[in-house]
C-alpha cells in the first residue's frame, strides 16, 4: 500500500546479478499470463509475486494518483474474498505483504512459510478474475489515499516538493511531470467506471507476470498456477501512452519553500540516456563512484572535505525508481541536503565541478576496481532475500522481456570502461541540460501558499 | 553463490491441492518453527566473549562486536555521547585515515559502522567471506585504535546539530521524544536522542574517556556468522588480533529505577501541522518477564499488521486513519508499550477516543479462539521470514548475547507463542494497557486541537522545540 519513493537512501544500489546462477523456469500459461519460477530449498519461505504492466505514466488528465488508488482497490475484495480478508489471510498463515505502484509498473507481494504457497495463489487469482468493484471500497480508499497523502507527503519535509514539484520541473510531456500521488480535487472525481475500466484493460492476464521464488517443487507449483489462473480470459493488449520529451533540453531552476524543512536541500538531475544502453552502463557506474560506499567522491570530497553535504542519495529514475526500474525518459538525478552556510548555488557548483573533475581527468583505475567489488558484495547481500529476488526477476521480465538478466546484467555494469564514464559525463552531465530544485526552509505560514 | 539446504530449518512442503474449491481458502499445514543452528562459544583470557555460527548459504561473513555500552551509560549532561563515539570510531584510527579505513573497506567488500541502542553500542559489518581476516583487522582497528581526528568531531557534530533539526521537522521524533522523557524519567533511557546543547559540550575528551571506560574486551562479545574459516583458525584470527586488548574496570550500571505509570496527557505545539500524531502508553514487560508472551500476543492482537483491532477499527471502520498500530520498545531494563495514530486535525477527538475504547477491551474480554490462533501465526510466521538473511540472522543471535536472554530464546520463541492462554492476554492487558494509567502524547497544531482534547483531563501543552 505504500507508494514507491526512495527518501532516505543515502546510498544506490545498483544491484542486478547473481555471483552464481539464479535457476529460472520461464513460461506462459494460454490466457498469455506469463509465469517465472526460481526454485530454492535453503528456507522455508516463498515469495509470490505479481507485477503488472501499467503504472502511474498512462494516467489521464483529471485523474491523477488514479493508478495509486486503483492499487488500493485491490486489497478491497473479490468474489470469494470478502472485504478485509485479503490481510487477514495472509497474516494468519504468518506472511507480510504489500503492494506499491510506480510509474512504470504496479506490483503485489505475499512472503509466506513455503507450506502456505496456495493461499496466496488463491487470493492473487481470486482478485485477478473478480475484483469487488463497489462505490462504498472505492469511497472508502479515497479516504484512505487522502489519509495517506496527508500522512506521508503534506506533514512532512521535502516530500511534496519532490512527489509533486520536481517532476514538473523536470518533463515537459504531462504523463510524466503530473503527480502520482494526486490531487485530492482529481482523487474526489474518480467514478466506479473509472475503475471498472483500468481494471478490464489493464488487470488482464496476458498484461501481468507471476514470479515465485523460494521453497517450491517445480511440477507442484505449475499445476497450482494452472489451476488457479489458467482459465481468467485474456483481453486486448492495452495501448502504450506516449512518453517521448521534447528534444530540446534547456536549463531550468526553481524555488520550493518548505514549510516543514529546518535544513535547505536540493534537487539536481540531467535527463538520462535510453535503459540498458551503454550510456546507461556508464551513467550507472559514474553514480557508484559518485555516491556508492563510503569511499565514494561525494563523501570524500564533499561531505568531508568542503564540509558542505550532510546527506545526500542519488538514483538513475530517482526518486520513484533505481537503475533495475529506470526507464527512459528519466533523469539521473540527486538529492542533496547540506548545511545552511553554503548557498544552494554552492552546492550546485560544488556538484557541476565533481563532474568536470570525471569530463577532464576521466577515471582512476584502482577507483573504479573498488566501484566494482562493491557491486558485487552489494549484489550478493541484496540477493539473500526472496522478495528482492522475485522483484528483479518481475522487472527484467516486464520492462526488457529477459528475466535471465538477473544472472548476466552484473557483467554489463562490471565491464563499463573510464573512457565511457568520461564520454557519458560529457553527453548528459552539463550545465546546459541541468534541473535544479532548491528546497528553502520556509515559516509555517507559508505552507498555504504551495497547497 | 551455492546454496544448500540449510540443516537447521525445516524444510517446508508444498500443499498438493487436487481439485480446486475458489470459494474458501486453501487449506494448508501450520507454520514450521525456526531450528537454531549450531553456535560454538568461548572466551578469551582478557574478557572477549567469542559466538561462532556457521551459516553456509551465502559467500559471506557478518561481523558484530557489541559492548554493555548505549545510550543509557551518557552521562547526564552529555545525552548522545554513546551515538556521537559510535559514528566516529569508524573516521580514522592511530594508523589508518578515514579514506584509508574507506578504500580499504570497499576494496574488500565489506562495510563496518558504529551504532548504539539504548542498551548497547555496536561496531558491525560484513565482508565477502574470502576477505574475513581482512575485515577483522580492520575491526580490531577501530575498535582498539580509533583516534578521533579533531576535525573528524567538530564535523561531526556540525553535522549531528543539522540532523538532529531536519529530525525535529518530524511530528513522529517530537512525540517519541516526549513519550520517552514522560514514561523513564530520571532514568537514561530518557535520553532519545543528543541536543544542540549537549553536541556543544561533547570534545574529544570526553569522546576518548567514554571509549576508555567502555569498549575493553571484558564487556564485549564478538560473534562471527556466515562462511567461517575452520574453527581453530577463526580463533586464531581471532586471538591475533583481540588477545592484546587490555582488560579494564566496568563502570556501574544506572539505577533499574523508573517513575509510577499514570495518566497524563501533553500536547506538543507543532503549528501549521494538518494532521494529529497520537502516542499512547506505559512502561511494559521485559523480555525476561513472565508477562511478556502474553504481552506480544495481545500487542499484535490489538495493533500488529492490518488484521489488528486498530487497524480494523481506526483506519478500515471508521476511516480516521491511514496508520494505526501499536508496539512494543523491548530494552534490556525496561520494556514500552505504546499504540500508535495519525489522524487529521478535526478527528483528534475520536481518534484519541477510539485508541482508548480499544485498550479498554483487551482487558475487558477474553480474545476469541480463532482469533488468537491466526495471531499465533502472524507472529511466527514473521520471525521465521525475519531470519531469511544472514544479516537478520546475525542480528538476532547478537540480541540473545546482549540482552541477557536465555540460549533457547529463539528456538522456543515460536513455542512459547503458541502456549499462550486468553486469561493471560487479559491479564496482561490489565496491567500494562489500562487507559487510567496510559500516558497520552499528541504532537499537532494547539490552536486546532488542543479543545477537541480537553474531555480526556487536563491537558499539558508545550511547544515544539
Given at each position: 500500500?505504500?507508494?514507491?519513493?526512495?527518501?532516505?537512501?543515502?546510498?544506490?544500489?545498483?544491484?542486478?546479478?547473481?555471483?552464481?546462477?539464479?535457476?529460472?523456469?520461464?513460461?506462459?500459461?494460454?490466457?498469455?499470463?506469463?509465469?517465472?519460477?526460481?526454485?530454492?530449498?535453503?528456507?522455508?519461505?516463498?515469495?509470490?509475486?505479481?507485477?503488472?504492466?501499467?503504472?502511474?505514466?498512462?494516467?489521464?488528465?483529471?485523474?491523477?494518483?488514479?493508478?495509486?488508488?486503483?492499487?488500493?482497490?485491490?486489497?478491497?475484495?473479490?468474489?470469494?474474498?470478502?472485504?478485509?480478508?485479503?490481510?487477514?489471510?495472509?497474516?494468519?498463515?504468518?506472511?507480510?505483504?504489500?503492494?506499491?505502484?510506480?510509474?512504470?509498473?504496479?506490483?503485489?507481494?505475499?512472503?509466506?512459510?513455503?507450506?502456505?504457497?496456495?493461499?496466496?495463489?488463491?487470493?492473487?487469482?481470486?482478485?485477478?478474475?473478480?475484483?469487488?468493484?463497489?462505490?462504498?471500497?472505492?469511497?472508502?480508499?479515497?479516504?484512505?489515499?487522502?489519509?495517506?497523502r496527508r500522512l506521508s507527503f503534506d506533514n512532512r519535509p521535502y516530500a511534496t516538493a519532490i512527489v509533486d514539484h520536481w517532476p514538473q520541473l523536470a518533463f515537459q510531456n504531462w504523463q510524466n511531470s503530473h503527480s502520482l500521488i494526486g490531487s485530492f480535487e482529481d482523487l474526489n472525481a474518480s467514478s466506479v467506471e473509472d475503475v471498472a475500466r483500468f481494471f478490464r484493460t489493464y488487470y488482464a492476464p496476458d498484461n501481468a507476470v507471476l514470479v515465485i521464488v523460494g521453497d517450491i517443487r517445480i511440477p507442484e507449483t505449475k499445476k497450482l498456477i494452472e489451476q488457479y489462473f489458467g482459465d481468467i480470459p485474456s483481453q486486448p493488449k492495452p495501448a502504450k501512452p506516449d512518453l517521448s520529451e521534447p528534444a530540446n533540453i534547456a536549463p531550468r531552476s526553481e524555488v520550493y519553500h518548505d514549510a516543514h524543512a529546518r535544513v535547505p536541500g536540493v534537487i539536481i538531475g540531467y535527463p538520462g540516456p535510453i535503459r540498458r544502453s551503454p550510456d546507461y552502463y556508464a551513467l550507472a557506474m559514474l553514480d557508484v563512484l559518485f555516491t556508492g560506499g563510503p569511499s565514494s567522491r561525494f563523501q570524500l570530497n564533499l561531505v568531508k572535505g568542503k564540509e558542505s553535504l550532510i546527506q545526500y542519495q542519488a538514483e538513475m529514475g530517482w526518486p520513484f525508481a533505481s537503475s533495475s526500474d529506470y526507464k527512459d525518459p528519466g533523469d539521473y538525478a540527486m538529492f542533496l541536503l547540506f548545511k545552511p552556510n553554503f548557498t544552494p548555488q554552492q552546492i550546485v557548483d560544488q556538484v557541476q565541478e565533481e563532474i568536470a573533475k570525471i569530463q577532464k581527468d576521466g577515471v582512476d583505475a584502482k577507483e573504479l576496481d573498488r566501484a566494482r567489488t562493491l557491486l558485487r558484495s552489494e549484489q550478493i547481500i541484496s540477493l539473500q532475500s526472496s522478495l528482492h529476488r522475485a522483484q528483479l526477476l518481475g522487472r527484467y521480465e516486464i520492462f526488457d522481456g529477459k528475466p535471465e538478466l538477473i544472472n548476466t546484467n552484473l557483467e554489463n555494469f562490471l565491464t563499463v570502461t573510464p573512457a565511457e564514464i568520461q564520454g557519458a559525463a560529457k553527453k548528459y552531465l552539463t550545465p546546459e541540460r541541468r534541473t535544479v530544485l532548491q528546497i528553502l526552509p520556509a515559516p509555517a505560514p507559508a505552507a498555504q501558499e504551495n497547497h | 553463490m551455492r546454496r544448500e539446504i540449510l540443516p537447521f530449518l525445516f524444510a517446508g512442503t508444498t500443499l498438493m491441492a487436487q481439485t480446486i474449491d475458489r470459494t474458501k481458502p486453501p487449506e494448508t499445514p501450520p507454520v514450521p518453527s525456526f531450528k537454531m543452528p549450531p553456535v560454538h562459544e568461548t572466551r578469551l583470557p582478557n574478557g572477549l566473549a567469542i559466538v561462532l555460527v556457521e551459516d553456509v548459504r551465502f559467500p559471506l561473513v557478518s561481523m558484530r562486536l557489541s559492548f554493555q555500552a548505549g545510550n543509557k551509560f551518557d552521562p547526564q549532561d552529555l545525552p548522545g555521547l554513546a551515538g556521537m563515539v559510535a559514528g566516529l570510531v569508524t573516521q580514522g584510527t592511530t594508523t589508518r585515515s578515514y579514506r584509508d579505513l574507506a578504500e580499504e573497506l570497499t576494496s574488500i567488500g565489506a562495510t563496518l559502522d558504529g551504532h548504539a541502542s539504548p542498551d548497547v553500542f555496536t561496531i558491525g559489518g560484513s565482508v565477502l567471506s574470502e576477505n574475513t581476516a581482512k575485515l577483522l583487522d580492520l575491526l580490531a582497528d577501530v575498535a582498539l585504535n580509533a583516534n578521533f581526528p579533531e576535525n573528524e568531531v567538530q564535523l561531526r557534530k556540525q553535522n549531528a546539530k543539522q540532523t538532529l533539526a531536519a529530525q525535529r521537522s518530524q511530528p513522529a521524533f517530537l512525540a517519541n521524544e516526549k513519550f520517552d522523557a514522560l514514561v523513564f524519567g530520571s532514568h537514561p533511557y530518557s535520553f532519545f536522542s543528543a541536543t544542540t546543547e549537549s553536541l556543544d559540550r561533547m570534545d574529544r575528551n570526553s569522546i576518548v574517556e567514554f571509549r576508555d571506560a567502555f569498549l575493553v574486551p571484558n564487556n564485549a562479545v564478538l560473534l562471527l556468522v556466515g562462511q567461517l574459516p575452520p574453527q581453530a583458525e577463526t580463533l586464531q584470527l581471532v586471538r591475533d588480533r583481540f588477545g592484546s586488548w587490555k582488560k579494564g574496570t566496568l563502570p556501574a550500571e544506572p539505577a533499574k529505577k523508573f517513575p509510577e505509570s499514570k495518566r497524563r496527557l501533553v500536547l506538543v505545539d507543532r503549528a501549521g501541522s494538518v494532521q494529529a500524531d497520537i502516542h499512547i502508553g506505559r512502561l511494559a514487560a521485559t523480555r525476561t518477564d513472565p508477562d511478556y508472551y502474553p504481552l506480544v500476543v495481545g500487542n499484535a492482537i490489538l495493533g500488529g499488521g492490518a488484521s489488528s483491532r486498530l487497524f480494523l477499527d481506526v483506519r478500515e471502520k471508521k476511516g480516521l486513519a491511514y496508520d494505526a498500530h501499536s508496539e512494543l520498545d523491548r530494552r534490556r531494563d525496561a520494556g514500552v508499550f505504546t499504540a500508535v495514530t495519525q489522524v487529521r486535525n478535526e478527528e483528534v477527538g475520536p481518534g484519541v477516543e477510539a485508541v482508548l475504547d480499544n485498550l479498554s477491551q483487551m482487558a475487558k474480554a477474553p480474545v476469541a479462539a480463532s482469533e488468537l490462533t491466526d495471531v499465533k501465526n502472524y507472529i511466527s510466521g514473521g520471525f521465521l521470514i525475519s531470519l531469511e538473511t544472514q544479516a537478520s540472522l546475525t542480528d538476532q543471535i547478537d540480541l540473545v548475547k546482549t540482552m541477557g536472554l536465555p540460549d533457547d530464546y529463539l528456538e522456543m520463541f515460536t513455542s512459547r507463542v503458541r502456549s499462550v492462554e486468553p486469561d493471560q492476554i487479559q491479564a496482561a492487558a490489565r496491567k500494562y494497557m489500562d487507559p487510567s494509567q496510559a500516558t497520552i502524547v499528541v504532537v499537532g497544531d494547539a490552536a486546532q486541537i488542543e479543545k477537541s482534547l480537553e474531555k480526556f483531563g487536563p491537558v499539558q501543552v508545550e511547544k515544539a522545540k
Open positions: 500500500m505504500k507508494f514507491a519513493f526512495l527518501l532516505l537512501i543515502l546510498f544506490c544500489a545498483v544491484v542486478q546479478a547473481a555471483p552464481t546462477v539464479i535457476p529460472i523456469e520461464k513460461y506462459t500459461l494460454k490466457n498469455g499470463m506469463r509465469v517465472i519460477l526460481s526454485q530454492d530449498n535453503a528456507v522455508p519461505v516463498i515469495t509470490l509475486y505479481m507485477i503488472y504492466d501499467v503504472g502511474a505514466r498512462v494516467e489521464e488528465k483529471g485523474r491523477t494518483g488514479f493508478a495509486h488508488l486503483f492499487e488500493h482497490m485491490m486489497f478491497e475484495g473479490s468474489a470469494n474474498v470478502p472485504k478485509g480478508m485479503h490481510f487477514k489471510l495472509v497474516e494468519s498463515n504468518g506472511g507480510t505483504l504489500n503492494g506499491s505502484t510506480h510509474p512504470d509498473y504496479t506490483d503485489y507481494f505475499e512472503v509466506l512459510p513455503s507450506n502456505k504457497l496456495a493461499v496466496g495463489l488463491w487470493l492473487e487469482s481470486d482478485r485477478m478474475r473478480s475484483l469487488a468493484i463497489t462505490k462504498e471500497n472505492l469511497d472508502n480508499q479515497k479516504e484512505a489515499v487522502k489519509q495517506e | -
